[in-house]
Antibody, heavy 116, light 108 residues
């Protein structure tokens, strides 16, 4: 299971940290992603982190503002979001990669609203 | 930036075949993945590595590719298959990962 938390309402320019707690599998064996979906819109890949946490990639739309990280001792994935914009408003999902099965398990999602 | 283009909507009668296309310049060399998202739910992986089906996904779902186009086929569509479907892949550099524009499948 994947359970996200940390969402909410934040003002433009503000910051927020999302968490995703994993259970039922050996967390450090899997790459993990964040994927978001703006209200009524399609899916957008945000970021991925390798199992050891040393390799990260970001979508151009969040590069330099968002930071993905993980604490394998706590089986937890994080997304630190800074300089938030209205267009960052979305449901944020964490999702697992099982080898070539990309995004084979998803959390239920957490809503982030950026508004004044 | 890299884009994957899908038709906005596809309609199919129950028991008939629905085909959803996904067009992208790098698809000849990069795998395509397909996800089903029902209203108010998280997406579900239905096809990976162009044509492989995860355990638990019904056999009526199949995937194929030809040149710059990937296709998800639902053979014998059922009412429960009504959902949004998204393809996913990466560009030739492997550094820009994108979802397709999404296709709403209606079974009626």
């Amino acid at each position: 299971q994947l359970l996200e938390s940390g969402g909410g309402l934040v003002q433009p320019g503000g910051s927020l940290r999302l968490s995703c707690v994993a259970s039922g599998f050996t967390f450090n064996n899997y790459d993990m992603n964040w994927v978001r979906q703006a209200p009524g819109k399609g899916l957008e890949w945000v970021s991925v982190i390798g199992g050891t946490g040393t390799t990260t990639y970001y979508a151009d739309s969040v590069k330099g503002r968002f930071t993905i990280s993980r604490d394998n001792s706590k089986s937890t994935l994080y997304l630190r979001m800074n300089i938030l914009r209205a267009e960052d408003t979305a449901i944020y999902y964490c999702a697992r990669n099982d080898g070539s099965k990309l995004f084979d398990y998803w959390g239920q999602g957490v809503l982030v609203t950026v508004s004044s | 930036s890299y884009e994957l283009t899908q038709p906005p909507s596809v309609s199919v009668s129950p028991g008939q075949t629905a085909r959803i296309t996904c067009s992208g310049d790098a698809l000849p060399t990069k795998y395509a993945y397909w996800y089903q998202q029902k209203s108010g739910q998280a997406p579900v992986l239905v096809i990976y590595d162009d044509s492989k089906r995860p355990s638990g996904i019904p056999e009526r779902f199949s995937g194929s590719t030809s040149g710059t186009m990937a296709t998800l086929t639902i053979s014998g569509a059922q009412a429960e298959d009504e959902a949004d479907y998204y393809c996913y892949s990466t560009d030739s550099s492997g550094h820009h990962n994108v979802f397709g524009t999404g296709t709403k499948v209606t079974v009626l």
